[in-house]
């Protein structure tokens, strides 16, 4: 065997074991956690006006992941009376609403505490408790089990994810110990919302986003998790950052599709 066909079965196997995406693929997985939270999903013309969250995607053709917390889907539940407005939407019926779309459902805890102090202070198995309780309202919901977990702020203690990979949970993480294409861009949106965004992404919100996208696009990253969250500020710039990546060629998935095609899972 000569040299040069040597060197293309080298190639031929290198780009197998890259995997299922081809080189050619740029994709994004859009996801939004805290929620569902009616008034930035259907929009309101009240304290935060704006366009619906649903209403963007469905027009830009998008399907996105919804990292639900538990204690939402409860039947009677508008969401936090304080901070939340009422469009006379429960959350329940809010997500029952994101099936009906296309869209995907997955685990934010049952309660959304921070889990590293919640283990210390009430052991592992409350988290455990916790998370597969987040996973069961899903399941009411939904039909299916979530699969996939972002724990609050990405924190969890070592021995609570081993025991939730052995249950078959799939944990979202920032951490530099996973390949970047699996690693979650934080899109900071939290800073961006309130009465005081200082510590907003400069120039936007939109703009931070996009050049954390470069920086990986220089690793040669062509697939993306998003994490943002479910508020009426960041349902407000969606419209011009799906315009602006469907432009750079990127091509919208959930997140199972996402993990199917850039990590090989069925
Ligand atoms: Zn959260």
Redo the contacts with the bound molecule.
């Keep these: 065997m000569g040299m040069r066909s040597s060197k293309v079965i080298i190639l031929l196997a290198l780009l197998l074991a890259a995997g299922v995406a081809s080189s050619t693929d740029k994709l994004i997985a859009l996801t939004f ?2 929620g569902p939270r009616p008034y930035v999903l259907f929009g309101s013309k009240g304290e935060h006006p704006g366009p619906g969250l649903v209403n963007v995607l469905d027009s830009n053709g998008v399907k996105a992941t919804f ?1 639900v ?1 538990g204690w939402r889907l409860t039947p009677k539940t508008w969401g936090e009376r304080r901070a939340e407005e009422n469009v006379g939407i429960t959350c329940l019926d809010a997500a029952e609403q994101l099936v009906r779309h296309g869209f995907e459902l997955e685990d ?1 805890t049952y309660s ?1 505490v921070e889990l590293r102090s919640a283990e210390r202070k009430k052991g592992e198995q409350w988290v455990l408790g916790d998370v597969n309780r987040g996973a069961e309202a899903i399941r009411a919901v939904t039909g299916t089990a979530p699969r996939y977990l ?1 724990p ?2 990405w924190i969890i203690p070592d021995d609570a994810r081993h025991d939730l990979e052995r249950q078959g949970y799939q944990l979202l993480t920032i951490s530099s110990e996973n390949p970047i294409a699996l690693r979650d861009i934080n899109s900071l949106d939290y800073l961006c919302a309130g009465r005081n965004p200082s510590g907003c992404p400069k120039p936007s919100l939109t703009g931070g986003v996009l050049k954390q996208i470069e920086q990986r696009e220089k690793h040669g990253v062509y697939t993306h998790i998003l994490a943002f ?1 479910e508020l009426s500020t960041t349902a407000a710039v969606m419209p011009e950052l799906i315009t602006e990546l469907k432009a750079r060629g990127y091509r919208f998935v959930t997140l199972s599709e996402y993990m199917r095609l850039v990590a090989g899972k069925k």
């Design positions: 956690d805290d990292f917390v934010h959304h972002r609050p702020d969250h």
